[in-house]
T-cell receptor, first 114, second 112 residues
Framework: DVKVTQSSRYLVKRTGEKVFLECVQD?????MFWYRQDPGLGLRLIYF???????EKGDIPEGYSVSREKKERFSLILESASTNQTSMYLC?????????????FGPGTRLTVL | DQQVKQNSPSLSVQEGRISILNCDYT??????FLWYKKYPAEGPTFLIS?????DKNEDGRFTVFLNKSAKHLSLHIVPSQPGDSAVYFC???????????FGTGTRLTIIP
């Protein structure tokens, strides 16, 4: 069974803090993704990684950075958290060999920035 | 520019009846379409998919229909059950692109 885990289910941080969200997948997938989900806006891609140390900006990368030092782990970093980054953050992974690019999601991290 | 659109933010259906969720897309390069289901405080889970070489794919109570000329797909759930109450996202991808483009979601409520 594919498993994608995220380090925290709920996080509360203060404006200006540096925030790390961690994601680990156990299926040896090449691709990993970070999304945020906001009401009425669906899932918006923040960053995408197709290999270790490789990354690509998604649709809304501003205010975020990522790190992928190992194949199974993809971290999202908020360098200086702001209130407009309060959201549900979802990590996903997929295999390059799988037709249709089906992505497997973690349970999400609900981040509140005060 | 919203390339995948779900124009109904919400839908309520009586238990036992058919639920029909709709999705439109604008990018003619999309050749694979997926539906995901999401419960509150959980990540989306894959439900069903369809390739552009087909116009229908069925899996138990779930059927997805694709109309390429209209750039429209729909998800039919029959019969609807209370456990189907969730947010449903439509997603699309194109050959050679590892990313998915998601719609904004439709919240389905099944009324007992």
């Amino acid at each position: 069974d594919v498993k994608v885990t995220q380090s925290s289910r709920y996080l509360v941080k203060r404006t200006g803090e540096k925030v790390f969200l961690e994601c680990v997948q156990d299926m040896d997938h090449e691709n990993m993704f970070w999304y945020r989900q906001d009401p009425g806006l669906g899932l918006r891609l923040i960053y995408f990684s197709y290999d270790v140390k490789m990354k690509e900006k998604g649709d809304i990368p501003e205010g975020y950075s990522v790190s992928r030092e190992k194949k199974e782990r993809f971290s999202l970093i908020l360098e200086s958290a702001s209130t407009n980054q309060t959201s549900m953050y979802l990590c996903a992974s997929s295999s390059r060999d799988r037709a249709g690019n089906e992505q497997f999601f973690g349970p999400g991290t609900r981040l509140t920035v005060l | 520019d919203q390339q995948v659109k779900q124009n109904s933010p919400s839908l309520s259906v009586q238990e036992g009846r058919i639920s029909i969720l709709n999705c439109d897309y604008t990018n003619s390069m999309f050749d694979y379409f997926l539906w995901y289901k999401k419960y509150p405080a959980e990540g989306p889970t894959f439900l069903i998919s369809i390739s552009s070489i087909k116009d229908k794919n069925e899996d138990g109570r779930f059927t997805v229909f694709l109309n390429k000329s209209a750039k429209h797909l729909s998800l039919h759930i029959v019969p609807s059950q209370p456990g189907d109450s969730a947010v449903y996202f439509c997603a699309a991808s194109s050959f050679g692109n590892e990313k998915l483009t998601f719609g904004t979601g439709t919240r389905l409520t099944i009324i007992p």
